[in-house]
């Protein structure tokens, strides 16, 4: 796997979303205050599954690992969009990037995708932001939830190419094999 993609992921999962008397994760409980506590080496030695056998809505699969597999940080677009970032004057952390990403694909569609509002097997939350159709369009912008409650608390987002495949298969029916053949989640 690519040095860089991990160590972004790894950033993500430990960047510090702060925060707030009205977010329900108390002194220690958001997913970057508890990620912060783990080396890289530990994200890579975690079980990629965890489940209950004969229950497909049981199956959690670990974040970084399904990131790992199915994404690969885009340096050049990255360091593009900082600068894009740096000159823009919105308060919106997520029109900018959508503005970015519109300015390389004029005549397509943005279109924004939470798991949580889905049937998603993640350990962790992801907002995605695409251009056109999602299954033909191979670049997104990332975003990782690491607060405690879902509406707040994401990451800043990262362009990343992706295998769409790999990439979109957060469903539970995606892996009911698990659940079928015990021992196979490793």
């Avoid at 925060?19 to 030695?45: A, C, P």
């Avoid at 990403?101 to 992801?126: A, F, G, M, P, R």
């Avoid at 670049?139 to 690491?146: K, P």
Wanted: net charge negative; glycine share 6%; with cysteine.
């Amino acid at each position: 796997m690519n040095f860089e993609t991990e160590q972004q992921i790894y950033n993500m999962l430990t960047e510090s979303t702060g925060t707030h008397f009205l977010d329900s994760g108390g002194g220690s409980g958001r997913h970057w205050q508890q990620n912060k506590k783990r080396t890289l080496e530990d994200f890579k030695k975690d079980k990629v599954f965890i489940y209950e056998p004969d229950d497909i809505y049981s199956i959690c699969k670990s974040v970084f690992h399904h990131l790992v597999e199915s994404v690969r940080y885009n340096k050049e677009l990255n360091e593009d969009l900082e600068n894009f970032l740096k000159a823009s004057k919105e308060d919106n952390w997520r029109v900018p990037v959508e503005q970015y990403l519109q300015l390389h694909n004029k005549d397509k569609k943005i279109d924004h995708i939470n798991t949580y509002n889905e049937e998603c097997v993640l350990s962790q939350t992801l907002q995605i932001i695409t251009i056109g159709d999602m299954y033909e369009n191979e670049t997104v912008a990332l975003s990782i939830h690491n607060g405690a409650d879902v509406r707040g608390g994401y990451t800043d987002f990262k362009i990343f190419d992706i295998d769409t495949d790999m990439f979109y298969m957060w469903h539970p029916e995606h892996y009911d094999y698990l659940v079928k053949s015990e021992g196979v989640g490793s």
